[in-house]
């Protein structure tokens, strides 16, 4: 239904001068009723191909190969005619709500694509509105087509990206990380309706992601790409049970899963569009390079429905199983941190947090899961000071709350946050020499050269190099943002950190790099972490305990390794089994 036939996309370089090679020769088949899935780290290349085959590239892009949608080639069209054959290709951005107008109901929204394309009556449009919306599983749709899509939850505002997608009667779909940033409840939910409707609508899908678990559950092709070129492709079957090129295994083995005692990042980053080497672009990273690899980039040993890009390709991985040995707390210690009974109550709403009672001990990580809308940040922002609360927080046998103010400031210094979004919460206007001073003169260091080598050696503790400390936020990738974010929290000397969905927007090896991290910095700092999030694979790698939050309460409570072996609560063993298990890569 869509082929990619040799595809590559070109960007003007940034400050002019030349142009930067982004995609090459990628080929790819989107066949019907089925899902084939692009993966690979941030910057890979995959939205590009999607926003090529779309036409909705930025200005200046120039594009070679084909993209035969139904024999038509999409790269050769006027404006005019692709406006119509985009009513035939749907597609579902990452994020829903940037890409929904806050301005229009979600009723104009779904039933605009139906009115432009189909024609008919507004009437008509809005019956077909309704319809979609509750085909995608929107509760009550003909009551909520009036409302705003800010009075959507998020798993809500994808599913009426998908129905606004589907207006057109699309014969293919392009879901770009559609479950990014989603709990697994509601993510199992998007994915079991692109499933259904993949098979009801003889879809053809485009699956963006670099989420390999979701890839190994629902999708029956994939490529693999890697700086702009594709590594290895066929049944993902057969990929799962024997991956052939080394960035393939490497992926694998940066996936969170319950029972894994490995986690292992891929060592360096991707190459520099602008400077990538001219033979293998994984060589630099990869563990089996030859000399060969330097030369040209490797041909495809295979076939043109399965194969690898890799002269030196490698036995299958095995993920060790069972729980890494966690540091030793002695239980007669007293708790660092105690919640007793605390709550969280907001005017006209539903309590968020109800009678919360919980403990953390020093150099003890404690994993906070749940679906959305569970209480899981507003936990982290009452333990944090951040909002009124009832109850009592205390830190070291004294409650917070009751200590005089200067006190009470000294208290709050000793518990640090990493927030969700690392650019969010970085100073776009601070070099990140200044972000991590800044912390440091308030606690009291005013000597330059002091402040100079406090900081040269928070970047070497958290892997940065110090070249980086001239440099603004927008100027480094997600992972070193979301690692500036740990050295600024660890400027402070804390004894605690909270970590709320530190990984959620970061790609898998970026993840696994983190994590691991956190883990080392946990034995060689003492620090005692909070990690609330969604994934409950990832929380289940660096947790000794786990809490699972359900509608601001504490449905169970327990080590990590009991929790996931036998849940008690049906609601703990529903979230368990949306999370990753070691299955094809043990094959």
């Given at each position: 239904?869509?082929?990619?036939?040799?595809?590559g996309?070109?960007?003007?370089?940034?400050?002019?001068?030349?142009?930067?090679?982004?995609?090459?020769?990628?080929?790819?088949?989107?066949?019907?009723?089925?899902?084939t899935?692009?993966?690979?780290?941030?910057?890979?290349?995959?939205?590009?191909?999607?926003?090529?085959?779309?036409?909705?590239?930025?200005?200046?892009?120039?594009?070679?190969?084909?993209?035969?949608?139904?024999?038509?080639?999409?790269?050769?069209?006027?404006?005019?005619?692709?406006?119509?054959l985009?009513?035939?290709?749907?597609?579902?951005?990452?994020?829903?709500?940037?890409?929904?107008?806050?301005?229009?109901?979600?009723?104009?929204?779904?039933?605009?694509?139906?009115?432009?394309?189909?024609?008919?009556?507004?009437?008509?449009?809005?019956?077909?509105?309704?319809?979609?919306?509750?085909?995608?599983?929107?509760?009550d749709?003909?009551r909520r087509?009036?409302?705003?899509?800010?009075?959507?939850?998020?798993?809500?505002?994808?599913?009426?990206?998908?129905?606004?997608?589907?207006?057109?009667?699309?014969?293919v779909?392009?879901?770009d990380e559609?479950t990014?940033?989603?709990?697994p409840?509601?993510?199992?939910?998007?994915?079991?309706?692109?499933?259904?409707?993949?098979?009801?609508?003889?879809?053809?899908?485009?699956?963006?992601?670099?989420?390999?678990?979701?890839?190994?559950?629902?999708?029956?092709?994939?490529?693999?790409?890697?700086?702009?070129?594709?590594?290895?492709?066929?049944?993902?079957?057969?990929?799962?049970?024997?991956?052939?090129?080394?960035?393939?295994?490497?992926?694998?083995?940066?996936?969170p899963?319950?029972?894994?005692?490995?986690?292992?990042?891929?060592?360096?980053?991707?190459?520099?569009?602008?400077?990538?080497?001219?033979?293998?672009?994984?060589?630099?990273?990869?563990g089996?390079?030859?000399?060969?690899?330097?030369?040209?980039?490797?041909?495809?040993?295979?076939?043109?429905?399965?194969?690898?890009a890799?002269?030196?390709?490698?036995?299958?991985?095995?993920?060790?199983?069972?729980?890494?040995?966690?540091?030793?707390?002695?239980?007669?210690?007293a708790?660092?941190?105690?919640?007793?009974?605390?709550?969280?109550?907001?005017?006209?709403?539903?309590?968020?947090?109800?009678?919360?009672?919980?403990?953390?001990?020093?150099?003890?990580?404690?994993g906070?899961?749940?679906?959305?809308?569970?209480g899981?940040?507003?936990?982290?922002?009452?333990i944090?000071?951040?909002?009124r609360?009832?109850?009592?927080?205390?830190?070291?046998?004294?409650?917070?709350?009751?200590?005089?103010?200067?006190?009470?400031?000294?208290a709050?210094?000793?518990?640090?946050?990493?927030f969700?979004?690392?650019?969010?919460?970085?100073?776009?206007?601070?070099?990140?020499?200044?972000?991590?001073?800044?912390?440091?003169?308030?606690g009291?260091?005013?000597?330059?050269?002091?402040?100079?080598?406090?900081?040269?050696?928070?970047?070497?503790k958290v892997?940065?190099?110090?070249?980086?400390?001239?440099?603004?936020?927008?100027?480094?990738?997600?992972?070193?943002?979301?690692?500036?974010?740990?050295?600024?929290?660890?400027?402070?000397?804390?004894?605690?950190?909270?970590?709320?969905?530190?990984?959620?927007?970061?790609?898998?090896s970026?993840?696994?790099?983190?994590?691991?991290?956190?883990?080392?910095?946990?034995?060689?700092?003492?620090?005692?972490?909070?990690?609330?999030?969604?994934?409950?694979?990832?929380v289940?790698?660096?947790?000794?305990?786990?809490?699972?939050?359900?509608?601001?309460?504490?449905?169970?409570?327990?080590?990590?390794?009991?929790?996931?072996a036998?849940?008690?609560?049906?609601?703990s063993?529903?979230?368990?089994?949306?999370?990753?298990?070691?299955?094809?890569?043990?094959?």
């Open positions: 239904m869509l082929r990619l036939e040799r595809l996309v070109s960007l003007p370089a940034h400050g002019g001068g030349g142009r930067v090679q982004v995609l090459e020769e990628l080929d790819l088949d989107i066949r019907p009723g089925e899902m899935a692009l993966v690979g780290e941030s910057g890979s290349g995959k939205t590009i191909a999607a926003l090529a085959a779309m036409r909705l590239l930025p200005r200046g892009a120039a594009t070679t190969g084909r993209a035969l949608f139904e024999g038509v080639d999409l790269l050769v069209q006027d404006e005019r005619r692709m406006r119509d985009r009513g035939r290709i749907g597609m579902v951005f990452q994020n829903p709500l940037s890409a929904l107008n806050p301005s229009m109901t979600i009723g104009a929204q779904v039933a605009e694509g139906h009115l432009l394309h189909a024609g008919g009556t507004g009437r008509q449009a809005r019956a077909r509105a309704i319809e979609l919306l509750g085909e995608v599983g929107v509760p749709p003909a087509l009036d409302d705003y899509p800010h009075q959507f939850s998020g798993g809500q505002r994808q599913r009426v990206m998908i129905a606004a997608a589907l207006a057109c009667d699309p014969r779909l392009i879901a559609p990014t940033g989603l709990d409840l509601v993510a199992r939910q998007i994915l079991a309706l692109l499933a259904r409707l993949q098979v009801s609508h003889r879809l053809g899908v485009l699956f963006i992601t670099h989420d390999l678990s979701i890839v190994e559950a629902h999708a029956d092709r994939l490529c693999v790409l890697y700086a702009g070129r594709a590594v290895e492709w066929g049944a993902a079957g057969r990929f799962f049970a024997h991956p052939r090129h080394p960035y393939s295994q490497a992926l694998l083995k940066a996936v899963r319950l029972g894994q005692a490995t986690l292992q990042g891929i060592p360096g980053t991707l190459p520099d569009p602008a400077a990538r080497p001219p033979g293998c672009r994984f060589a630099p990273r990869c089996h390079r030859g000399p060969p690899c330097d030369d040209a980039f490797p041909p495809a040993i295979g076939d043109e429905d399965e194969a690898a890799c002269l030196f390709p490698q036995p299958v991985p095995v993920l060790a199983a069972g729980h890494a040995p966690a540091p030793e707390m002695r239980a007669d210690l708790p660092l941190l105690e919640l007793q009974n605390v709550s969280v109550r907001y005017a006209g709403a539903p309590p968020s947090l109800q009678d919360v009672s919980l403990t953390l001990r020093r150099g003890e990580c404690l906070i899961v749940g679906e959305s809308g569970s899981k940040s507003t936990l982290g922002r009452a944090l000071h951040m909002l609360f009832e109850g009592r927080i205390l830190l070291d046998g004294q409650v917070v709350a009751d200590l005089p103010v200067v006190d009470r400031r000294r709050r210094r000793r518990i640090q946050v990493v969700q979004d690392p650019r969010e919460s970085l100073n776009p206007r601070l070099r990140i020499r200044e972000t991590l001073a800044e912390p440091l003169r308030l009291g260091i005013r000597d330059r050269v002091r402040l100079d080598r406090e900081v040269a050696g928070l970047l070497d892997g940065l190099d110090r070249s980086l400390a001239t440099r603004y936020p927008h100027q480094i990738s997600g992972g070193q943002a979301q690692r500036v974010a740990v050295a600024r929290a660890l400027a402070a000397r804390p004894e605690i950190i909270v970590l709320d969905e530190p990984t959620s927007a970061l790609d898998v970026t993840q696994a790099m983190l994590l691991t991290l956190l883990r080392d910095l946990s034995r060689s700092e003492h620090v005692a972490y909070v990690i609330i999030s969604h994934d409950l694979a990832a289940s790698w660096l947790a000794d305990r786990i809490a699972v939050l359900k509608q601001g309460r504490i449905v169970e409570l327990a080590d990590t390794a009991a929790l996931i036998a849940p008690r609560d049906e609601y063993a529903a979230l368990i089994a949306t999370a990753p298990r070691l299955q094809g890569a043990k094959r």
